[in-house]
């Protein structure tokens, strides 16, 4: 069951060590299962059934770990197994990081652990039929009504600016890779997905409807427009020297002509922004 490799060796190691001493009273320990509760047919938890046959509870599948140990153990146990015995035992690492109960205090990781954990989690393999399984499990549910308000009550402008602030420090200066801008060209939008991102826009626009922006939105907006079309309107001034036509201007530069009459009937701004010469 599980793979001969290092992971598999230091497991087994804790687990013989384990065995054989003797703990202080005093000393916190929290039984560990050896092979996995969670793989058994016949298991007590909550949960998906597993494939071996038995009793996860008998005694020679338990044993007396210290908060450190268990954690190796799940840790190890990731490292361990493939396909649903590993998914199984990633859900139950992270678990450990995440839960808490009355009688068990938890093993507290370092940041380093977390983000090791934190990888391993992210980058978990999900079956076909587990994705099915929870699709299954969402159809009908609804937002309780006390829930929606309470998301009401919490993102008020303030906060929107708060979050849109710490978003905004996360992702400045940070560039897609080009693995990840592949990925989005190539990706393929369901039906459903292309149907609910059309409902949400038109769900926006109906709310904006007849509102006019607030001062601080018309500032921020001018200040994109100006230093997004500032160099082009650099260019637009150079070739009005020589050319006329709004058309031709607008052709020169490979834009289009509502941009160029746009950028034209605002160049007094534009020069006086930038300073630049006419």
Same mark, same amino acid.
């Given at each position: 069951?599980?793979l001969?490799?290092?992971?598999t ?5 804790i687990?013989?060590?384990?065995? *054989?001493?003797s ?11 050896? !092979?996995?509760e ?9 949960? =998906?059934l597993?494939?071996i ?6 005694t020679?599948n338990k044993?007396? #770990?210290t908060?450190r @140990? ?5 840790? #190890?146990?990731?490292?361990?197994l ?10 139950a690492l992270?678990?450990?990081? %995440?839960?808490?109960? !009355?009688?068990q205090?938890?093993?507290? !990781? ?5 983000q090791?954990i934190?990888?391993?989690? &992210? *980058?978990?393999?999900?079956?076909? @039929?587990?994705?099915?399984?929870? =699709?299954?499990?969402n %159809? ?8 929606k ?8 402008? @303030? /906060?929107?600016?708060?979050?849109? $602030?710490?978003i ?8 897609? &890779? ?9 990706k393929?939008w369901t ?7 059309q409902?949400n826009?038109l769900? /926006? ?8 922006? =607030?001062?601080?939105?018309?500032? =921020? ?9 500032? @160099?082009?309107?650099? &260019?637009?001034?150079k070739l009005?020297?020589? $050319?006329? &036509? ?14 160029v009459k746009?950028?034209?009937g ?9 300073? #630049?010469?006419?």
């Amino acid at each position: 069951m599980y793979l001969e490799n290092k992971y598999t060796r230091w497991y087994s190691d804790i687990i013989e060590r384990a065995k *054989t001493r003797s703990l202080p009273d005093d000393l916190y320990t929290e039984t560990h299962h050896i !092979i996995p509760e969670s793989f058994y047919i016949n298991r007590s938890r909550k949960g =998906s059934l597993g494939w071996i046959d038995g009793d996860p509870e008998a005694t020679d599948n338990k044993v007396d #770990l210290t908060a450190r @140990e268990h954690f190796l153990c799940h840790l #190890l146990l990731t490292k361990m197994l493939t396909g649903t015995a590993k998914a199984k035992m990633i859900n139950a690492l992270w678990a450990m990081t %995440k839960l808490k109960t !009355i009688d068990q205090k938890r093993y507290k !990781i370092t940041g380093r652990t977390y983000q090791i954990i934190r990888t391993i989690w &992210s *980058t978990r393999e999900i079956s076909r @039929e587990t994705r099915q399984k929870i =699709s299954e499990g969402n %159809k009908g549910k609804k937002m309780p009504d006390d829930f929606k308000q309470k998301l009401d009550n919490f993102w008020t402008d @303030e /906060n929107r600016k708060i979050h849109a $602030e710490k978003i905004r420090k996360i992702t400045k200066g940070k560039k897609l &890779s080009e693995e990840t801008k592949e990925k989005l060209r190539n990706k393929t939008w369901t039906d459903k997905a292309l149907q609910s991102r059309q409902d949400n826009c038109l769900k /926006n626009a109906a709310a904006r409807k007849n509102k006019p922006w =607030s001062v601080d939105m018309r500032k =921020s907006r001018e200040e994109a427009y100006y230093n997004k079309n500032k @160099e082009l309107a650099k &260019s637009v001034i150079k070739l009005m020297k020589t $050319e006329s &036509s709004t058309n031709a201007i607008a052709k020169s530069l490979n834009v289009d002509w509502l941009t160029v009459k746009t950028i034209i009937g605002r160049l007094d701004i534009f020069k006086e922004r930038f300073v #630049l010469s006419g």
